[in-house]
């Protein structure tokens, strides 16, 4: 018998405990980075999805596409100003916003999930009203802040054996559309789930200590502890407070993982080795 395919069934074998903790469980995923990158990266990470909805997960995937927008934006010739790191988000700008990450970023991740045999929708923040915003900061413009978000559609995806992929657009309430952080958005629509797990994927391994190791558990004083101390610095902070305040929203567990390691979110949820940063509210 070829000892791959007893590898394989040990594999199987290990993961059931896993399989029955995440059964009917609630996961939102960020994407973003290097699994958005290549077709090969992106069918894995499709795959990847779809074999979670066939064990009874009910996945969410959330995406980002800055670097769709700033190759589009240059393409039309429409110019680009940025506030202390973030895009001002004009008139002009939200239009092309609106048409990269509804259009072609989300409809190639539907189309992956689709290719894998899994049944993928495209939506955005606005459709269903699941996203009320407010602007974030008024020089920035168009860029909102989630301040109430309605998941009662996703809900009804899950029922039909549908994966909802979301592009990070929200409405304001004069119509405006608003263009939000990915993962800002991501964290918005996991705490409104309650959802079990918030995955988000980025191009690092996770949470590093003062001595450069990745921590693979952490608690929420312990991120305040590091970010005070300067340890946690620059784009990953965001990042840790994106997943602080889904906690806070009655998220169970936020994970900060390597999206560009092969199978990164199977490793996380169905091995005890996980795949990244876990981040749990203090006991």
Same mark, same amino acid.
Not at 4 to 14: H, V
Not at 29 to 50: N, T
Not at 154 to 183: H, S
Not at 203 to 224: M, N, P, W
């Given at each position: ?12 074998? *290990? /993961?059931? !405990?896993? @399989?029955?903790?995440?059964? %009917?469980?609630?996961? &939102? ?6 699994? #958005? ?97 407010? *602007? /974030?900061? !008024?020089? @920035?413009?168009?860029?909102? %802040?989630?301040?109430? &978000? ?6 009804? #995806? ?126």
């Amino acid at each position: 018998m070829n000892s791959n395919w007893i590898e394989t069934a040990q594999t199987l074998s *290990a /993961a059931l !405990p896993y @399989l029955q903790r995440y059964d %009917d469980a609630i996961i &939102v995923i960020k994407l973003g980075g290097h699994a #958005m990158g290549s077709d090969d990266a992106m069918d894995l990470f499709a795959r990847d999805v779809v074999l979670m909805q066939q064990v009874g997960i009910n996945p969410v995937i959330v995406h980002g596409g800055g670097p769709m927008i700033n190759d589009m934006l240059a393409r039309l010739g429409v110019q680009s100003e940025f506030v202390n790191g973030k895009r001002v988000t004009d008139a002009a700008t939200v239009e092309v916003v609106e048409m990269v990450l509804s259009g072609s970023v989300n409809k190639r991740i539907v189309q992956a999930i689709n290719r894998q045999g899994g049944r993928g929708v495209g939506l955005s923040g606005k459709d269903a009203a699941m996203i009320r915003c407010e *602007a /974030a900061q !008024p020089e @920035l413009g168009f860029v909102g %802040d989630p301040v109430e &978000v309605n998941p009662s559609v996703l809900r009804q #995806m899950f029922e039909a054996n549908i994966i909802p992929v979301i592009a990070p657009l929200g409405f304001g309430d004069e119509g405006e559309t608003f263009n939000i952080n990915g993962d800002t958005a991501a964290g918005a629509i996991a705490a409104s789930l309650k959802a079990d797990r918030l995955l988000l994927l980025t191009d690092v391994a996770g949470v590093k200590d003062d001595s450069g190791e990745v921590v693979t558990e952490l608690t929420a004083s312990r991120i305040r502890q590091l970010t005070e101390d300067g340890v946690i610095a620059g784009g990953m902070i965001p990042k840790t407070e994106t997943a602080l305040a889904a906690l806070d929203g009655g998220v169970r567990a936020a994970v900060i993982l390597d999206g560009r390691a092969p199978n990164a979110c199977l490793l996380e949820l169905f091995t005890p080795h996980g795949a990244g940063s876990l981040i749990r509210q203090d006991s």
